[in-house]
């Protein structure tokens, strides 16, 4: 069936830099898109959503951009603090017939250095 | 803190048991999901519940099901409990149903099959 992946596993950053986490989707009728942060022990914690009528959208220290074209998202974190460790999972809801149900994809570890 | 609260926070069962699981929703929310996330991997939808029925389910067996009460609160029970059911058992709650809204999540429970 379709899914959601995750290009890196892990990803190392040094304590300032920016962060950059790739999430592909297969499923074309996705039209919301949830990144979510879940660290050791915790449930995962809301960072950022889309919608698929948007191509970006900013928060706090956060910016999610979709490529519908390429079927491709991706999380960018401005100036990574050691407190952004976690894993980062991205989640599609399989289009609006998909009755609440959250695809994850696997996750990427995000391991912040100083 | 989101508000979504479980319990117990960790459970030890052996093959063949059955187990129940709980969850109070956020204030204001009318709909309860529950997710399946077994270690290193993302949570894998088992099913949602909007005003006291199941609204969507994922690719579970029946013998994993769920109640909503009034007051939107849900358990999640599974009977004949197996091996593979080891995993961090997750519930998030949303203020409407479908699949187009953030989902909050709770702290999950541990539940540990022997």
């Known amino acids: 069936g379709e899914s959601v992946g995750l290009h890196l596993p892990t990803l190392s950053v040094q304590e300032g830099d920016n962060s950059i986490i790739n999430c592909a989707y297969s499923n074309s009728a996705s039209d919301y898109f949830i990144w979510y942060k879940q660290e050791s022990g915790k449930g995962p914690q809301f960072i950022i959503d889309?919608?698929?009528?948007?191509d970006k959208r900013q928060g706090q220290r956060v910016t999610v951009l979709l490529n519908k074209t390429v079927k491709h998202l991706s999380l960018q974190i401005a100036a990574t603090q050691p407190g952004d460790s976690a894993v980062y999972f991205c989640?599609?809801?399989?289009?609006?017939?998909?009755?609440?149900?959250?695809?994850f994809g696997a996750g990427t570890q995000v391991v912040v250095t100083p | 803190e989101t508000g979504v609260t479980q319990s117990p926070t960790h459970l030890i069962k052996t093959r063949g048991q059955q187990v129940t699981l709980r969850c109070s929703s956020q204030?204001?929310?009318?709909?309860v999901s529950w997710y399946q996330q077994a270690l290193g991997q993302g949570p894998q939808f088992i099913f949602q519940y909007y005003r006291e029925e199941e609204n969507g389910r994922g690719n579970f067996p029946p013998r994993f099901s769920g109640l909503q009460f009034p007051n939107y609160s849900s358990e999640l029970n599974v009977n004949a409990l197996e091996l593979d059911d080891s995993a961090l058992y997750l519930c998030?709650?949303?203020?409407?149903?479908?699949?187009?809204?953030?989902?909050?999540f709770g702290p999950g429970t541990r539940l540990t099959v022997l």
């Open positions: 204030s204001g929310h009318n709909t």
């Open positions: 998030a709650s949303s203020p409407l149903a479908g699949g187009n809204n953030e989902q909050f």
């Open positions: 989640a599609e809801n399989g289009g609006t017939d998909s009755w609440g149900k959250l695809q």
């Open positions: 889309i919608r698929s009528n948007m």
